[in-house]
């Protein structure tokens, strides 16, 4: 997973994203001549956000997590802040290097990963590339396993569709499904929802070319091979919505990890960490605190 990366400078703020909505500044790592949008908050033990709909959607957790951990996020490729990129260059292994890349260029060290919907494969093979920096695998919604079953390859294979993709483009659809309580605006304001909006749509160039590939990537074989070398120590929590494991995804999660911590978020989508902010930020500190500590002093 060679890349090569820039140090960290300023990034320029978007009018769509003020300070009110997003209280922390924005800088840029430079990973092979794309423009990596990254922010930070609080200081502490090392918690590393990553999903493929971009940082905002953790803003409430990390409010709550800054307390106690240096929490650090950014944005995939073409995805939100971060600079644009083409289509046919959105893929999973671009984004496992864009994590990878900032961990080296922040110096991150005994790192908690917390992985979201698709950036959870990107993360996990970056982890799996640099097992050194990590220490407690959370995931939040998502898988890390070559997809299977008509059911999960056919939902890819049609939200990775051009004609789902201009549809978002046209009507902004998918952007408004995601902003309202059913995604990730269960307790957004008005002027927070429209700034999540804003960057969403944004977004959509590449957003679905990531769906795509996550169907059928190359990186599967290097998770695999981490799940069952260097990551099969770490502690692992999950954390998934009451009403949005379709795939059953949990179940698995268990049968890679057998001592897996697992939560349900009650009445949670596809967003736990924005159904109910606060509680996740619980579990993931007990999380820490209980397994990835210990773990460390074996």
Known sequence: MASSAVALEPMRRPAWLPVEVWPWDVLAVEVDGRRIAVSEAGVGP???????????????????????????T??????GISGRIAPADASLERSAQAVAAVMEVLELADVTLVAHDTGGPAAFAAAADRPSRVRGLVAVNTFGWRPTGRAFRGMLTLMGSESVRQFSIRTGALARLTASTFGTGRHLDRQ??????????????????????????????????????PLRPLPVLTV??????????????????????????????????????AFVADQIRRFHREAVVHSREL
Not at 74 to 79: A, H, R, S, T, V
Not at 206 to 214: E, G, Q, T
Request: proline share 6%.
């Open 46 to 72: 090392t918690l590393l956000f990553y999903t493929g709909i971009g940082s905002f959607v953790w803003r409430d957790l990390i409010m709550h997590l800054s307390t106690d951990f240096r929490c650090v």
């Open 74 to 79: 950014l944005d995939p490729p073409g995805i």
């Open 192 to 229: 927070t929802r429209r700034a999540y909006r804003a960057g969403f749509r944004r977004s959509m160039t590449v957003f679905h070319d990531y769906l795509r590939d996550a169907r059928d990537s190359l990186l599967y074989e290097e998770i695999a091979a981490g799940f069952a070398g």
């Open 240 to 277: 998934f919505g009451e009403r949005n494991d379709p795939f059953r995804f949990q179940r698995q999660w268990k049968t890679r990890f057998p001592e897996a911590r697992q939560v349900v978020i009650p009445r949670g989508n596809h967003f736990p960490m924005c159904d109910d902010p």
